[in-house]
């Protein structure tokens, strides 16, 4: 049986992470024949330990799309969905990498894209959107909808029928009452408490959780 090439778009830090459970989930049982990073500012011919990596450019060029699959490695929802746009425009398809710990119920629905990291789980009739990150022990509610790009930080725990928009980002260990709605490219803080609805394009922050301020530059994390 031929398998496919993996190759994860970002070699940073999230990017290893994802490489490690890639790694773990092969051992256990065989889904992909390589595993490479794809790294549009490294020099050609970079490895990353035992990992080569690529530009986009060279992808294309050198092998077939059908035989390859994608996972976005950024943890930037705003990053995330425009090279998930770029992939799409060049009709590649992305992969999922989920790590062997984590837990799945058979009445999960997972989007194309999605990476599940150590030891979180996904409830009965959650439906993960396409292109997203949940990190490690995450848990995903029964019930739950969450939208395309968006990021689930580590200990993040979303109440039962939670739902939430697209391109958002829940910080680290916080904490979201079942039922509630989280619109489209909203930033939820590390460590809140969020005990009401959240708009569009806000920014919520401490226990009980309130709206600070608008997210105007679509950006989680302010790096100079």
Known sequence: MSHPHLFIYGAGAFGKEIRDIAQR????????????????????????????????????????????????????????????????????????????????????????????????????????????????????????????????????NLGGGTRVGSASYIGMGSQIKEQLRIGDRSIVGMGSVLHHDLGDDLIALGNPARAMRKNETRRVFNKS
């Open 25 to 156: 989930a092969n051992r256990l049982a065989r889904t992909w024949n390589d595993i490479f990073f794809i790294d549009d500012f490294a020099a050609p011919g970079t490895w990353f330990g035992d990992t080569q990596s690529f530009s986009l450019a060279s992808v294309l060029e050198n092998f077939d799309t059908t035989s390859i699959e994608v996972v976005v490695a950024q943890g930037e929802p705003v990053h995330r969905e425009t090279l998930h746009g770029k992939l799409t425009q060049y009709g590649i398809r992305l992969g999922r990498v989920v790590d062997p710990s984590a837990i799945v119920s058979p009445y999960a629905c997972l989007g194309e894209g999605v990476v599940l990291t150590a030891f979180c789980s996904v409830a009965a009739d959650a439906k993960v959107g396409n292109n997203v990150a949940v990190n490690v022990q995450a848990i995903i509610g029964h019930d739950v909808v969450v939208g395309d790009h968006t990021v689930i930080s580590s200990m993040v």
